[in-house]
């Protein structure tokens, strides 16, 4: 099993910037991949990016591309996710996920985006 906690969220101005961040623990060896995805209650649930842990190639949603990035700590089995230029429509609670294909998920954390 693999453990995630994110952290980060919390209340930022249009335009702003905020770093989220998920830790591992468990059996991390077998995750292959980290990411992020979001969900406003009524929608579905969005997928914001990943990060292929060995190696780190990235991948993003059309929505977050140029504004967010993606990065990791192999040390720490921390992913981290930068949101710049953020905008109301980022609001969501933000979920860190691994494994392929995504077996684990944290409880996620709120991002609240005000205009």
């Known amino acids: 099993q693999v453990q995630l906690v994110e952290s980060g969220g919390g209340l930022v101005q249009a335009g702003g910037s905020q770093r989220l961040s998920c830790a591992a623990s468990?059996?991390?060896?077998?995750?292959?991949?980290m990411g992020w995805f979001r969900q406003v209650p009524g929608k579905e649930r969005e997928f914001v990016g990943s990060?292929?842990?060995?190696?780190?190639?990235?991948y993003y949603g059309d929505s977050v591309k140029s504004r967010f990035t993606l990065s990791r700590d192999n040390a720490k089995n921390t992913v981290y996710l930068q949101m710049n230029s953020l905008k109301p429509e980022d609001t969501a609670v933000y979920y860190c996920?691994?494994?392929?294909?995504?077996?684990?998920w944290g409880k996620g954390t709120l991002v609240t985006v005000s205009s």
């Open positions: 468990g059996r991390t060896w077998s995750m292959y991949r």
């Open positions: 990060i292929i842990w060995s190696g780190g190639y990235t």
């Open positions: 996920a691994a494994g392929d294909p995504w077996n684990y």
